[in-house]
């Protein structure tokens, strides 16, 4: 069983920045794709930013060239930093922890990006 625990969420104003943790239990860790997904109320959970276990990002269209994800093996967690951030990157951000078959989910954390 992995347990995945997201934070620093929070209220930003746009054109501002946060970084987002999610500490993972799992000793797959290093073997894992780690991904961040936002979702809104009344849509789909939406693939923000993926990391492989070799450490290779890929990006939503949206948030290219604003956000990065990053993740260190050793402390078993994953980042994604986010800026320029605006309205429409407000959501819960969960993160995902992918290996084969194995998925885990992280409860989210809440981002708001308003003036």
């Known amino acids: 069983q992995v347990q995945l625990v997201e934070s620093g969420g929070g209220l930003v104003q746009p054109g501002g920045s946060l970084r987002l943790s999610c500490a993972s239990s799992?000793?797959?860790?290093?073997?894992?794709?780690m991904g961040w997904y936002r979702q809104v109320p009344g849509n789909q959970r939406e693939l923000v930013a993926r990391?492989?276990?070799?450490?290779?990002?890929n990006y939503a269209d949206s948030v290219k060239g604003r956000f990065t994800i990053s993740r260190d093996n050793a402390k078993k967690t994953v980042y994604l930093q986010m800026n320029s951030l605006k309205p429409e990157d407000t959501g819960v951000y969960y993160c995902?922890?992918?290996?084969?078959?194995?998925?885990?989910w992280g409860k989210g954390t809440l981002v708001t990006v308003s003036s």
């Open positions: 799992g000793r797959i860790f290093s073997i894992s794709a």
């Open positions: 995902n922890s992918n290996w084969g078959h194995m998925d885990y």
């Open positions: 990391i492989t276990s070799g450490g290779i990002g």
